[in-house]
């Protein structure tokens, strides 16, 4: 097997697998969650590299061209170190992609105000790199940022229906408005947080646009594959999908069940950087 890989810190990633096996049913997947080390959203640069790169060097071990980062903040602070340092070094003809390009490509599309809004980790709005990477493409929106660091945590914690999200969310989402109340698009820069939509959807003002990103990721992925014949054609196509995590495979297999809506089988990895 030549699957893709997806990883992400824990379940989010899921939400963009989701979107994209939707789209590419026929090929194989490989899914790693590092829910054992997750959150990595309040984590410093290094810390966060070294985990995505030893996710990425397993999910390469277990025969994967190809591998997404399922996940804004690895995508943020690990992407383009591994694109540059590490590939090169361990085989330059594999690939690793991220989500926020393909997010911020969209944004010019759809907001008319010109006043966008993103909600991620600490990490991925200390990076700069949604306001970066928009503004890179489309320098006339103004781009305001904030960080919801208990937003995880509820959903890694199942939590997503309580009092406790509604709490957050709203103290959360009251924040961004008052920093700017143009804002017509509000990016969900961090994959768990499709999760939260229902909340989130509750607390926005009436006519704000929300993006969550699997769609459009996996969009992306499409137009990748298809630029890319050589990629293409090296990667298997039985859609087949296999699930690891660092955690205990039972609470994932449940947990993933609210993302997919299906049983999943899924197998534990002791630790990440060596052969499974
Ligand atoms: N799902 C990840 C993201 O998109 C981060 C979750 C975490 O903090 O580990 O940023």
New binding site residues.
Partial sequence: MSPIGVF???Y??LTILREIRRLLPEYDFVYLGDNAR?????RSFDVVYNFTREAVKTLFDMGCPLVIL??????AKALRTIQQHDLPLWDAERRVLG?IRPTAEVIGHLSQSRHVGVV??P??ILSESYRLEINKLYPDIVVNAHACPMW?PLVENSETESAGADYFVKKDIDALFAMDAMIDTVIL????YPLLLDKIRKYVPQGTTIIPQGEYVATSLCGYLHRHPEMDSRLTKSGECHYFTTEHSDKFGKTARMFLDEDIQVEHLSSLGNKP
């Avoid at 997750?38 to 309040?42: I, L, S, T």
């Avoid at 399922?70 to 995508?75: D, I, K, Q, R």
């Avoid at 820069?189 to 768990?192: N, V, Y």
């Fill in positions: 992400d810190s824990g989010g990633g997750a959150p990595y959203g309040n399922a996940c804004n903040t690895a995508s989500v991620a980790t990490g991925t995880v820069g961090c994959t768990h």
